[in-house]
């Protein structure tokens, strides 16, 4: 399902032959039709027509309300059953061009090409598409397989810094619930940039889609995948509903940071294991001040979470490097007491 394409586009270009699409429709932001656009279209070969589909960029845009103005764009330009939808774009673009071609006339088909480190490693992969509700993160969506990814790397050379660092979260994730071997190697990379990322997508594509091949539905092992995310989201909506968005790889970073303090109150790992993931995780992520976000807001959206079951908030916390527990819930004492420890790192770092 994961391809890496080289530099002309040849198993893309041979996909889109075999294949019997009656149009071709590209989802982009105006950064990937900026940057990305015409290095897929100067190397796209097809006789079939194609459209552009441009929506603005960041987290605010994946809203129920963008979703009906390309349902209406897309029933405007006829599009049918056998048209094909090309999502080109990091987390937003393949989580809202997936929810899209799953809904619209109950499904269409669609591919996904993902520009940002934290597409590539982790949103474009495993068939999850969504769209925001409110405040609340990827609240309606679908499980819903894309026919392809194509990863081109090159790609990364077009991202800002905080881009790049963002999708580095997940691979470090990758490492700390499923391979520790992959997080050893990441945390060795002491100057974060595309060539010192780049041979290690490869592993953390494979972790994820390993995971997900376990358990498409998310029933069981998947859930693991959202370590540092029940906390992260949770600051990230916070963030959002303020107008003041977060990347969700910064958001990540910070859930990590909480949720290894939390797996270590509840013991489940040593104060030292809980130490060596922190100070790591702190090098290469700035701290995010959440001292005016109260614990009953927090709590709030913890409550709300898709994990959740009987109104119990389900967490997924490190037994060890490597390796990850699901359905785990805590104290609320621990929570608390795992958000302030975040607060006061600010001291440390100042």
């Known amino acids: 399902m994961i391809t890496i394409v080289d530099d002309n586009f040849s198993q893309l270009n041979n996909f889109l032959h075999e294949k019997s699409f009656s149009k071709i429709f590209i989802l ?8 990305c656009l015409p290095t897929l279209l100067g190397n796209m070969e097809t006789d079939l027509g194609f459209e552009i589909l441009e929506i603005e960029a960041g987290e605010e845009m994946k809203n129920i309300q963008t979703a009906n103005q390309l349902w209406e764009i897309l029933t405007e330009m006829q599009a ?52 925001d509700l409110m405040h609340y993160k ?5 499980f819903t397989f894309p026919e392809k990814i194509f990863v081109y790397p090159k790609f990364l050379e ?24 992959h997080w050893n190697s990441l945390i060795q990379i002491h100057k974060l940039d595309v060539e010192s990322v780049i041979p290690h997508i490869q592993t953390s594509m494979d972790i994820k889609q390993n995971v997900v091949d376990q358990d498409f539905h998310e029933k069981n092992i998947r859930k693991t995948l959202n370590f540092g995310h029940t906390i992260g989201h949770a600051i990230e ?32 790992i040593s104060e030292e294991t809980a130490n060596i993931i922190i100070e ?41 490097i490597g390796e990850c527990t699901f359905d785990y819930q805590c104290s609320k004492k621990n929570i608390t007491e795992s958000l302030n420890f975040y607060r006061k790192l600010i001291d440390v770092k100042l």
């Open 158 to 181: 077009t991202l800002p810094f905080k881009e790049l660092r963002s999708g580095f979260a997940e691979m470090l994730k990758h490492g700390l619930i499923a391979n520790k071997e």
């Open 237 to 268: 909506s916070l963030c959002l509903e303020q107008g003041n968005p977060i990347l969700h790889g910064e958001a990540v970073a910070m859930g990590m940071i909480c949720e290894a303090h939390l797996a270590f109150l509840e013991d489940l």
């Open 28 to 35: 982009v932001d105006e950064n990937t039709h900026e940057y």
């Open 80 to 131: 049918d059953r056998k048209a094909l939808i090309i999502n080109l774009g990091g987390g937003v673009i393949t989580d809202m061009g997936g929810f899209v071609a799953s809904t619209y006339k109950r499904g269409i088909q669609f591919i996904n090409i993902p520009t940002t480190l934290l597409s590539m490693c982790d949103a474009s992969i495993g068939g999850k598409t969504g769209i």
């Open 280 to 320: 790591n995780v702190q090098r290469y992520y700035p701290y995010l001040d959440i001292s005016d976000f109260k614990d009953e807001d927090i709590f709030s959206l913890l409550l709300n979470d898709k994990k959740n079951a009987d109104s119990k908030i389900n967490f997924s916390l490190l037994s060890g």
């Open 138 to 142: 990827n609240m309606v969506g679908t």
